[in-house]
């Protein structure tokens, strides 16, 4: 008889929201990794809700990649997001692989391109 007084009160406590939330949104990361893994969101939200955090742990730790998948395109983390963070990459979706390094040898010593003094 207690369960139906708060049921209809709608005290759940703190904790069961926080359990609520926890389930929440573990089902709604899971859905975003698989879909970025190339399963679909369909997996990864079937792994969250049903498995809850311990599901979200699955599908980031064993689920593995699919090949063309944007997963092992561009990382873990997506371009765009970089790009907010300041980690680098472009947000236009091009590889960062030509990129010069700062703190390499074009930054100590001029090239000799078309536009050098020398010769």
Do not use: C, H
């Not at 703190?103 to 020398?118: I, L, Q």
């Amino acid at each position: 008889m207690n369960s139906l007084v708060f049921a209809v009160n709608g005290q759940i406590g703190a904790t069961g929201l926080y359990l609520l939330f926890a389930w929440l949104l573990s089902g709604a990361l899971s859905a975003i990794v698989a879909a970025r893994k190339g399963y679909g969101e369909r997996v990864g939200l079937t792994f969250g809700l049903l498995l809850s955090v311990v599901g979200l742990l699955i599908v980031l730790l064993l689920l593995p990649g699919r090949p063309g998948s944007a997963w092992k395109r561009e990382g873990p983390v997506p371009l765009r997001w970089r790009a907010r963070l300041g980690g680098g990459g472009d947000a236009g979706g091009g590889s960062n692989a030509g990129a010069v390094d700062p703190g390499g040898p074009s930054a100590e010593a001029p090239s000799d391109g078309p536009g050098s003094a020398s010769g």
